[in-house]
């Protein structure tokens, strides 16, 4: 995937281009399969809990 355009999903995750995704996926992952659907989740933490 060498699209260097940037989207705001990647944005919000990582501050990353899909170039830079891609690279740290590869590093981590060792591979990347323009055929996968990768799914971002995002969490919030709310401290203290609300009573």
Do not use: C, Q
Request: charged share 30%.
């Amino acid at each position: 995937m060498s699209d260097t355009n940037e989207t705001p999903e990647i944005r919000v995750e990582g501050s990353y281009t899909i170039d830079e995704f891609e690279a740290i996926w590869r590093e981590i992952n060792g591979s990347w399969d323009e055929t996968k659907r990768i799914t971002v989740v995002e969490f919030e933490l709310h401290w203290p809990a609300p009573s």
